[in-house]
């Protein structure tokens, strides 16, 4: 979240709900609370649901497990366990924490992410909007790769890199893209605020400055630091719609609103748990659910040329499109 996430700002004129000073609080202290099991987004559609199951790789996770970024924050490591098994070369995923959020909170989003054959990378910054420390952690993964005293020495595909973040870190994500000169080829952007809570310019992001690469917005419908869309007096990129629109014509992008959920369900464990106010985490309706199948679908056809997930995301005819179940807005631009 951008420092001013602790106040939800002007809601997408379909949906309007107030936001209580408590859960204000609780957004602005990162807390995660609990919830009984909820399979809200639950998969209907089969490249959804193939997925948002586990992959075929153990994970190991190395929480700080390396150092350190230009700001001399650790890294937290996911990745296969049997790296390079095979003579598979893994691609790059370089993670982005919301305002006052660790890695460890998005932990099963992640290991999910790594279980179908990615290395992922996290700073364990907490300020991630300027994009600085996302693109350390690739450029970091990239020197392991020639790393002889590594245990990613030459098991790397550096050619294939993505960017993936959650609030300030949707920010950071695509500002990484922006900056790494075309090494990073793609993002998912999770929960993106609208530029009513920017901080600074720093903690901003314009994607009209997008020249390269894909971009995937997600975004739930009850999220007012992330609405699909807008008031028409509000002005500029003020929405995941306007996001969207300013991205231009040539970058391939998708965008698509999960139903029901929330600005925190990323960070479900997989329900809405793991926390201390009220006995539920505030922020968070459903849990992880929504957000594990499509979105590793999008890396899968983006950085290992996975033509069954592209299938979700083809313009019309992609799966995604009728997919109305879990999700609404959905709008693209990639031909098969």
């Avoid at 390396?66 to 490591?77: H, K, P, T, V, W």
């Avoid at 009728?322 to 693209?332: A, F, H, I, P, Q």
Wanted: aromatic fraction near 12%.
């Amino acid at each position: 979240m951008h420092d001013r996430d602790t106040i939800r700002g002007g809601q997408s004129a379909v949906r309007t709900k107030p936001l209580p000073w408590l859960l204000a609080m609780a957004m602005m202290l990162g807390c995660s609370t609990s919830t009984p099991a909820n399979t809200g987004n639950y998969p209907s559609r089969p490249i959804e649901l193939k997925y948002y199951a586990s992959g075929p790789w153990a994970v190991t996770a190395s929480p700080a497990g390396a150092c350190c970024d230009s700001s001399g924050n650790r890294f937290d490591l996911y990745y296969p366990t049997k790296l390079g098994a095979g003579g598979f070369k893994h691609p790059i995923l370089t993670w982005g924490n919301g305002t006052y959020a660790k890695p460890d909170q998005y932990d099963y989003f992640l290991r999910h992410v790594a279980s179908w054959g990615f290395v992922v990378v996290a700073t364990e910054d907490e300020y991630t909007g300027p994009g600085q420390t996302i693109l350390d952690a690739a450029n970091f993964m990239i020197g392991e790769n020639s790393n002889a005293a590594s245990i990613f020495y030459r098991k790397l595909d550096v050619k294939e890199i993505g960017a993936l973040g959650h609030s300030q870190g949707a920010t950071g994500a695509i500002n990484a893209l922006i900056k790494s000169k075309g090494s990073i080829k793609t993002v998912i952007a999770i929960e993106l605020p609208k530029h009513f809570f920017c901080s600074s310019k720093l903690n901003c992001t314009d994607t009209k400055n997008l020249t390269n690469g894909s971009i995937f917005f997600i975004d739930g419908s009850e999220d007012g630091i992330s609405p699909p869309t807008q008031y028409s007096w509000e002005s500029g990129e003020q929405s995941i719609q306007a996001y969207y629109d300013a991205a231009p014509s040539g970058i391939a992008k998708v965008k698509g609103t999960l139903i029901g959920s929330d600005h925190l369900d990323v960070q479900g464990q997989p329900e809405c748990s793991n926390g201390w106010i009220f006995r539920r985490q505030l922020g968070c309706t459903f849990g992880v659910y929504g957000y594990l199948g499509y979105p590793t679908a999008w890396m899968m056809a983006q950085l290992q040329g996975d033509t069954y997930a592209a299938g979700a995301f083809a313009k019309g005819s992609g799966e995604i499109f009728s997919e109305t179940t879990n999700w609404e807005y959905v709008e693209g631009n990639l031909v098969k």
